[in-house]
């Protein structure tokens, strides 16, 4: 499918819930639905989840979850009202799904960034008191071990739970599973967050650079052009000889979080691992693509002066050198939208470049939270699963849209054009099963690890050291999985 077609498929069936445009735009440039989208939104309405009839007598569904992970600013719990659209519309979700289903929601917020969460849950299962239906956690907060244990119940054996609905990721049965054993799951009930790139309209306009809305929609979005344009606009512009944060630069990428440099893998159209057939994991291998690959992104960072690395380059942070408006482009995630809500700079996001043109899709790393159903009485298992298909659905058809109306539309992003993006950004967002279930290993941090610590682009030998010790971590994963839940 050609690009243009394919975003405009993409943006019909997200745009029926949503208004589309920011607040810096003036009406009449806002596009007004014809008659095949109105036709689109009148289907779209009508799917549902299907769960009617069920009456749990005001059972408890519990729900464990950490707060300081995401931030004030996404809420999952709401005790009330506030006016605010986005707690609101939170609250609206919790309150139908207890209607619904004659529940109590309850949220137990522990607090931390660590394994506060698992260890919530394993010490629940361990004592075997069935406290909580539901956790909200980290990728990175030991997974595996949980997995390993048995402390969590196979997302394919979850009543009423339906993965093929779109409020359920799409990638998660292709990439996560274990052995033919889903562990963990990925639905709109989760704030999902996006890798993207952030585009200074003002410095585009003013050295007459190629859009790159345009450059996506024609499917030419490439690393290769955001370095030739980065370099373009990048200038000793106080003429004293040096690079410094007084200065213009064409890229930042964080140095205050240097992991988000792992995700040039995913944007070049790889994965770090995913399972085979039999469910067994295989690793990312060498390949002319991923050396490439990762040579450009070298001559990017290190060749020339066009890349500013926040906090390394300079003191500023690279969301604070980015708002000073003397940055072209800005690799950062979706997180940092209500950083910039105050800044003059007229910005906008796109996806991370493509490989190449040949490359079909754009690709960004889901590497947000992720929901965990702890192993549990059977009794109690049916009630979590429409519970929490109910919460996923009322998440999609109420929450998903609040938040690109009240946060990324109307509040942060700065033309329609720049919601487009996003949506199309948002459903591209693929799982990776590296990234879910290695804890944070070698392999997970190959760019950072070779390009900007090692300074390297030795990637056979830095595969060749680091992926025996993973390999073997994933043969006792799939063999501890396959013993304790019995798969085939």
Partial sequence: MHMKTRILTLCLAALLLVSCGGNTVPAETEPVPDAAETETQAEETQLTDGLEGYDFGGQIFSIVYSQDQLGTGWPYNAEEQTG?????TVWERNTTAEERFNVLVEYTNVGGTGSEVPTALTDSVTAGDNAYQLAISHTFNNVPAMTSGGYLTDFNEIPAVDLNKPWWNASIRE????????????????????????????????????????????????????AEMA????????????FTIDDRYGYTTPGETISLMSRLVHSNGMLFATPDAEGFPQLITMSDRLQTAMERYYALIHTGNQTYVGTKTDKLGSVEAFVRGDILFMHQTTLQLPALRDTEVHFGIVPLPKYDEAQEEYMSMLSSQLLLVPSMDTELLEMTGVVLEGLSYESWRLVVPAVYESIFAHKYLRDATSYDMYLQIRNSLVCDFNWNYGNGNAITYIVSKLIWEQKSTNVASYLAANTPPVEKAFADLYTAVSEVYGAQ
């Fill in 231 to 242: 370099e373009t606009v990048t200038a000793d512009t106080n003429g004293d000889g040096k």
């Fill in 175 to 226: 990439n996560l599973q274990i052995a033919g054993v889903l562990p963990i799951g990925v639905s709109d009930l989760i704030h999902s967050y996006a890798d993207v790139i952030y585009v200074n309209q003002n410095m585009l306009t003013e050295h007459g650079l190629e859009n790159p809305y345009d450059l996506v929609m024609d499917g030419k979005w490439t690393w290769t052009k955001l």
């Fill in 84 to 88: 605010d659209m986005l707690n609101d």
